[in-house]
């Protein structure tokens, strides 16, 4: 079946970065695209990133535009976020996501998320 | 990036059927079929229900069933049961972007 287990996660202070991992394992990696979304505390689900089957096309959310990067390694079926200048309202979960299709559509499976605090 | 559109609180009893609404524009629900539909327990990932207005992915209950009527999209549950009682969230690709409701929470009385 389908595993996503993201990593990474932590403390930092703003302006500092993170770096997060998506391992995937059950099904074609190289075939589906792939989103980052997450979740402040008590709060509702926000899109940050996606990333087609290739690698080819990327897309962001305006608000992390410039300092969020994802970014798939198909030789070791891992999802990748790079986050620089980090900000508080960065602060959530983050959880990673399969798309149903090569392209960037919606969300499938979901991993358990990996969460990130940002403060001073 | 305006949200989409859902009711914030929903309820109904053991064996009833509900509906959450959730409403976008002609950029994104009313012009892509391409809208899901995700249930999330307190302290638990997502778990998608519906994908593409109206497929149930393999293992996702026939109690589920999702519809879509110009820029409204809708999920309707029925026989509620106990377990369903969650936070339920709509998305829709919009342009190369995606976006989510405001989150819908599901009481069973």
């Known amino acids: 079946q389908v595993q996503l287990v993201e990593s990474g996660g932590g403390a930092v202070q703003p302006g500092g970065s993170l770096k997060l991992s998506c391992a995937a394992s059950g099904f074609a990696f190289s075939n589906y695209g792939l989103h980052w979304v997450r979740q402040a505390p008590g709060k509702g689900l926000q899109w940050v990133a996606a990333i087609t089957y290739d690698g080819s096309n990327k897309f962001y959310v305006e608000s992390v535009k410039g300092r969020f990067s994802i970014s798939r390694d198909k030789s070791k079926n891992t999802l990748f976020l790079q986050m620089d200048s980090l900000r ?28 990130v605090s940002v403060s001073s | 990036q305006s949200a989409l559109t ?6 109904g009893s053991p064996g009833q059927s509900i509906t959450i609404s959730c409403t976008g524009s002609s ?23 519906i994908s593409e207005v109206n497929k149930r992915p ?27 009682e969650a936070d339920y969230y709509c998305c829709s690709y919009a342009s190369s972007r995606v976006i989510f409701g405001g989150g819908t929470k599901l009481t069973v009385l």
Request: glycine content about 10%.
């Open chain 2, 58 to 84: 393999s293992g996702v209950s026939d109690r589920f069933s999702g519809s879509k009527s110009g820029n409204t999209a809708s999920l309707t549950i029925s026989g509620l049961q106990a377990e369903d």
């Open chain 1, 88 to 115: 508080t309202e960065d602060t959530a979960i983050y959880y990673c996501a399969t798309d149903g299709h090569p392209t960037v559509t919606t969300p499938h499976y979901w991993g358990q998320g990996t969460l």
């Open chain 2, 6 to 11: 859902q009711p914030a609180s929903v309820s």
């Open chain 2, 27 to 49: 950029s994104d629900v009313g012009h892509f079929y391409l809208v899901s539909w995700y249930q999330q327990h307190p302290g638990k990932a997502p778990k998608v229900l």
